[in-house]
């Protein structure tokens, strides 16, 4: 069982920056796809920035340019480095984590994007 715990997250004036963290449990990081999701009020979750276990990454066209995802597998963390936040980037962000037919959600950090 894979536990992921995911920090970084608070309280950003527009056009500002942050940067989440998810920590994993368990030996198949690797070898795993990584992503991050949000959530608004009112709103599905969706996806946000994925990367796969030889570094190929995607974004959701909302914040290709804004957001970079990163792993580092040494650490079995994955990063999501935000910049020119918009207060529409304002929801709980999520880790997920796939494997084969296994899959992990993170619990979750708010992030909220307010002047």
């Known amino acids: 069982q894979v536990q992921l715990v995911e920090s970084g997250g608070g309280l950003v004036q527009p056009g500002g920056s942050l940067r989440l963290s998810c920590a994993a449990s368990?030996?198949?990081?690797?070898?795993?796809?990584l992503s991050w999701h949000r959530q608004a009020p009112g709103k599905q979750r969706e996806l946000v920035a994925a990367?796969?276990?030889?570094?190929?990454?995607n974004y959701a066209d909302s914040v290709k340019g804004r957001f970079t995802i990163s792993r580092d597998n040494a650490k079995n963390t994955v990063y999501l480095e935000m910049n020119n936040l918009k207060p529409e980037d304002t929801a709980v962000y999520y880790c997920?984590?796939?494997?084969?037919?296994?899959?992990?959600w993170g619990q979750g950090t708010q992030v909220t994007v307010s002047s």
């Open positions: 368990g030996s198949i990081f690797s070898s795993s796809t």
């Open positions: 997920y984590l796939t494997k084969g037919v296994y899959a992990s």
């Open positions: 990367i796969i276990s030889g570094g190929i990454t």
